[in-house]
């Protein structure tokens, strides 16, 4: 009795695998294999776009500090001469074109940038790109930041598209359709306070993506403009020698953009040639990412309807947000 | 055999999971081809820009060519646009933004202030314009 149950335990250790076992545990291994390898590289993109909702993130709670510290949001752009009259542009005092985002610095632990800024600009006499009156721009406008970089945007930290200053790909939200609607967040000398937003911080955008890589798709041809989007600057608005169409005496585009309720500045496309420096778009495949005014951070698809998005970036038009 | 029939079972069920994985398009649902020609007083218009905005809010766009032909193009890069009625704006393709006093040659009941609606209908759909 007890050599036969060691006869039987002996013949079953021994016992192999059937070929029926093998093919399945090698279809299982292909799927497994199948599942991880195209997974690889949108599991990259994943962290890319975790570390850029990270970048908004400490933006916005850098704007919730300036705002707790000097009891207003920060204006878009600083400008003594927001109607571009000529008599201060000649002198160029003061039209110093400075942005949120630069403004902003000492709450993102840049304070020491902050500080070479104001001495580089001799205490923000002076435009940015033009050093005491000349046409030299301060050195510091050329430091990249990695806060307002997107890892996904290969673009990179200098902005080629415009002078090598350092890129932005977090715009301010400035609102809808053109730079005179100003019921965003920022514009020219704006100065937003949190109970201005009567729509809700959770239901306002405050910073929004823009890429500076990606192709507008429903353009034809790109012979005399560029039709890509081309981010923004941190450091603050171009210089501009005239006023043409909606830039009085600086290019308020580099820092802000404008939104739904028309078909020129959708997510990721537009209706117009020129629709691409305005709008938002970005490199994370389907959509992009935004900060609402309560410092959260959200992906937004670009299917969402022009009606939800025009709503979300106006602070006071009453409202009431579907969801997106 | 307890052990293959429960192996095979499993892979079954995963082989199941991972086609519902990748079936996802990205390919707008709801959506139908729209093409046609667009003409201004009789002769074809090119370099304008036709947009469907759909009820529920989507756009799509579409320029025309040389000979006033244009296919329209929703997000994600489908090709059409919602099906339903749309409204038709139709407006010059400008390379800058307009300046201020810019009036578009094309009459704004066409463009801003449009009332020009079409229904988009499952399947392939020709709209010709005549400004």
């Known amino acids: 009795m007890v050599s036969r149950l060691v006869f039987v335990r002996k013949s079953n250790l021994r016992r192999g695998f059937t070929l029926v076992e093998l093919l399945v545990v090698i279809a299982i291994i292909g799927v497994m294999v199948g599942l991880l390898l195209p997974a690889v590289q949108a599991a990259r993109e994943a962290a890319r776009r975790m570390s850029c909702s990270n970048n908004l993130k400490q933006i916005a709670l850098g704007l919730h500090n300036y705002h707790d510290t000097h009891r207003v949001f920060p204006p878009g752009y600083l400008d003594s001469d927001p109607n571009y009259a000529a008599v201060s542009q000649g002198l160029l005092q003061n039209v110093n074109g400075l942005a949120w985002s630069a403004l902003m610095l000492p709450f993102i632990e840049q304070a020491p940038l902050y500080d070479q800024l104001g001495a580089e600009t001799q205490q923000y006499a002076f435009h940015w790109e033009r050093v005491a009156g000349g046409t030299a721009a301060v050195p510091t406008a050329r430091v990249a ?53 009567t729509d809700g911080t959770s239901n306002t955008a405050m910073v929004v993506e823009r890429s500076g890589t990606r192709r507008n798709p429903n353009v034809p041809t790109c012979a005399t403009v560029a039709c890509d989007w081309n981010a923004g600057l941190w450091i603050g608005a171009r210089y501009r020698g005239d006023s043409v169409g909606w830039h009085p005496g600086v290019e308020s585009t580099d820092i802000d953009s404008y939104g739904g309720g028309n078909a020129t500045y959708l997510i990721n496309r537009s209706n117009q040639t020129w629709g691409n420096s305005w709008g938002n778009s970005s490199n994370h495949p389907g959509g992009l990412q935004w ?28 409202n009431v947000v579907a969801e997106y | 055999m307890h052990k293959v029939s429960l192996l095979v079972l499993f892979s079954l069920a ?4 991972v086609t519902g994985c990748f079936s996802s398009s990205t390919e707008l649902p709801n959506t139908a081809k729209v093409n046609g020609t667009v003409t201004v007083a009789g002769s074809p218009a090119r370099n304008l820009s036709i947009t469907f905005e759909s009820e529920g809010g989507q756009a799509a766009f579409g320029v025309t060519d040389d000979s006033g032909n244009y296919e329209l193009t929703a997000a994600a890069g489908t090709k059409g646009a919602e099906i339903g009625v749309n409204t038709v704006r139709i407006e010059t393709m400008l390379d800058a933004p307009a300046p201020a006093g810019y009036k578009d040659p094309i009459p704004a009941k066409y463009n801003k202030e449009s009332t020009l609606k079409v229904t ?12």
């Open chain 1, 145 to 197: 930041i990695n806060t307002y970089n997107c890892p996904s945007d290969t673009l990179g930290p200098l902005n080629s598209k415009r002078s090598n200053f350092g890129t932005n790909n977090y715009l301010g939200n400035s609102g809808n359709a053109a730079a005179i609607d100003r019921n965003g967040i920022f514009w020219v000398n704006s100065r937003v306070l949190m109970r201005d937003i």
């Open chain 2, 14 to 17: 995963s082989i199941v999971c």
């Open chain 1, 291 to 318: 900060a609402l005014c309560d410092a959260s951070v959200r992906f937004v698809s670009e299917t969402i309807d022009m009606i939800t998005y025009r709503d979300v970036r106006r602070r006071n038009d009453g």
């Open chain 2, 120 to 131: 988009v209908e499952a399947g392939e759909n020709t709209h010709n314009f005549d400004l």
